[in-house]
């Protein structure tokens, strides 16, 4: 009885400490006037560091900060010192960075100008991967351009295969903010141009690269383009839906197979010139793997967080690995 008195009177005390004013201005300073989203704890909703409660782990029975995913922050209280525990929401896995407010790491890569057989100069962004290796994947962005979501994705693949990555920015560091000036910008895209960027980007690799091609889209079409263009330099192209080549004598000059993504509720391409496609890959003599799935367009684009598209799009990505990969020497 005694014990359980002298508990209740140093928790009496503990509190009363707590609610004393003197005793804030040793806690650690929170800027309240943030603003939300910033990742400040009062943004996020989380208490005070004088109103949590305090983590003596032998008293309170609490885990200690390091096994929680906690970090600490000290305060004083009358004439000793406790350790205040703030939760973390990144470090328990709570919160991603970008729901917070919070920049996401960029990826690692690097900008970089070419010269193109028109005269001009070419733009990418270039991954290298860690151990010097022959093999590029050279990217195609789609209708929205050469954004941070395409980048994080070339790092992405590039860094899963251990090969280099080249992603071409066909808008000439044209910037597209939304999807208007983006329609706009597919139909403004000069083929001649276009062209003479792929060239330029092959001769910038070398003959020692063998290239592997890849577009979303609007990029999708320039991936079949390429791996038209680049002849037996090109070790395979893969398609994620977008513009496909009619002609058959220009089909035939692909010296790679192709596989391709496509949804069955897309218009660009529809069902029917997908069907279509095949039949004229197969008039060409060449191997067309075509994968198709209950979506619509764009399902599998960098940066589309729509929760319908999840399944499909972790599928086109396994296979794009097993693709690549079985192609490698």
């Known amino acids: 009885m005694k014990r359980s008195l002298l508990f209740l009177y140093l928790l009496h005390s503990v509190v ?12 650690p300073r929170v800027n309240s006037a943030a603003p939300r989203g910033t990742g400040t704890l009062p943004a996020l909703g989380l208490l005070q560091p004088a109103t949590r409660c305090l983590s003596k782990p032998a008293t309170w029975g ?6 929680r995913g906690l970090s600490t922050a000290t305060t004083r209280v009358l004439s000793t010192t406790t350790t205040v ?23 690692t890569g690097r900008e970089l100008e070419f010269e193109t057989p028109d005269g001009g100069k070419g733009r990418a962004w270039e991954w290298k991967a860690p151990r010097k290796i022959n093999y590029t994947l050279m990217l195609f962005h789609n209708a929205r351009g050469l954004s941070n979501e395409i980048r994080e994705q070339a790092e992405k693949l590039g860094k899963a295969l251990g090969i280099n990555v080249l992603a071409i920015d066909l808008y000439d560091g044209k910037a597209v903010t939304n999807s208007v000036e983006a329609d706009k910008m597919t139909h403004s895209v000069d083929e001649d141009r276009a062209t003479a960027i792929i060239e330029g980007a092959f001769t910038y690799l070398g003959d020692q690269q063998k290239v592997f091609t890849l577009g ?12 038209i263009i680049g002849g037996s330099q090109v070790a395979g192209c893969i398609v994620f839906y977008g513009p496909l080549e009619r002609q058959v004598k220009k089909l035939q000059l692909l010296q790679c197979d192709v596989m391709g993504f496509f949804g069955n509720k897309d218009k660009w391409p529809s069902p029917e010139q997908v069907n279509e496609f095949n039949m004229n890959m197969q008039k060409a003599g060449k191997k067309l793997q075509a994968n198709r799935y209950p979506a619509a367009h764009g399902f599998a684009d960098p940066g589309n967080d729509d929760a319908e598209d999840k399944v499909s ?15 490698l020497k």
């Not at 009363?16 to 806690?27: D, K, M």
């Open 16 to 27: 009363v400490a707590l609610a004393a004013p003197g005793l804030t201005s040793a806690t």
């Open 85 to 107: 525990s703030l939760l973390n929401p990144t470090a328990v896995g709570l919160l991603k960075p970008a729901m917070m407010g919070l920049p996401t790491v960029p990826a």
């Open 216 to 227: 979303w889209s609007f990029g999708g079409g320039w991936s079949l383009q390429a791996a």
């Open 62 to 67: 609490l885990l200690k900060p390091a096994t």
């Open 313 to 327: 799009a972790a599928d086109t990505y396994i296979k794009t690995i097993n693709f690549i990969q079985g192609r």
